[in-house]
């Protein structure tokens, strides 16, 4: 039997890199997976690409009105919600002087707000099933400090405090809730960086980043049933930066 043998999974921010990684694990794991993203092209390329058991819907995580009815669409297809991977994001380099308001207040809507719309408009699916995991993907950012990225630092604390505070919330209903804190992960997000690559691959005790399935293996893993005493923790998965 497969880890997610009849699970159907939603995971936001699927058109590229670790959303698409997490949906090609748990698709070949069994389970039937919805992507979201805001790339229309990308998202149905990659639908196409991994097959009968993989949907895309369009899907804007900021937006209250685009999470109901994406949820919506899954529950009257599926009758059901098994896992919500929180993956959508965006990162910015700017330090606390250098941040207009208006790329904090977009970093926050993406990054933040977005994981509790989800996580609010999942949950009374997850509770009438009385079962579901929710994996909401957060950063080493969330957890140390972080120079010339103080929103997206921001962000993702915030991400570490809400799993927390929904695990607490959600548990008496079956529904368990961790966040995962990736380090350098070398996905589509890094190419307008320039030579960033290889200045945080320098950062690495182990000498390089990590592939996005290195990641999305430990996603599958919580959102398993092999993971079902584990809730309300941080998962990082850094290659030793954090030692």
């Known amino acids: 039997m497969n880890r997610l043998d009849n699970k159907i999974a939603v995971v936001t921010g699927g058109a590229h890199g670790q959303g698409a990684a997490e949906a090609e694990l748990f698709i070949a794991a069994g389970a039937q997976v919805v992507i979201t993203d805001v790339d229309i092209e990308g998202g149905e390329a990659t639908a196409q690409r991994l097959g009968a058991s993989c949907q895309f819907l369009a899907h804007d995580v900021a937006s209250e009105e685009a999470w109901i009815r994406v949820v919506g669409d899954v ?79 921001a962000t993702k604390w915030a991400v570490r405090g809400m799993s927390k505070s929904a695990a607490v919330e959600l548990g008496p209903s079956g529904i368990r809730v961790n966040s ?28 390089r980043m990590a592939d996005a399935t290195e990641v999305a293996r430990l996603v599958l893993f919580l959102a398993s049933d092999d993971a079902a005493y584990c809730s309300g923790h941080e998962f990082v998965v850094d290659g030793a930066v954090r030692s």
């Open 75 to 153: 529950v009257d297809r599926y009758r059901r919600i098994d896992v919500l991977v929180n993956n959508a994001g965006i990162f910015r380099v700017l330090g606390l002087e250098e941040t207009p308001l208006a790329v904090w207040n977009e970093l926050v809507a993406i990054n933040q707000t977005g994981v509790f719309l989800g996580m609010r408009t999942v949950a009374p699916v997850m509770k009438e099933q009385r079962s579901g995991a929710i994996v909401n993907i957060s950063s080493i950012a969330g957890l140390v400090a972080s120079a010339q990225a103080h929103a997206y630092s």
């Open 180 to 207: 995962v804190h990736p380090g350098f992960i070398d996905t589509q997000m890094l190419d307008e960086f320039g030579s960033l690559r290889e200045t945080l691959a320098d950062k690495v005790p182990l000498g």
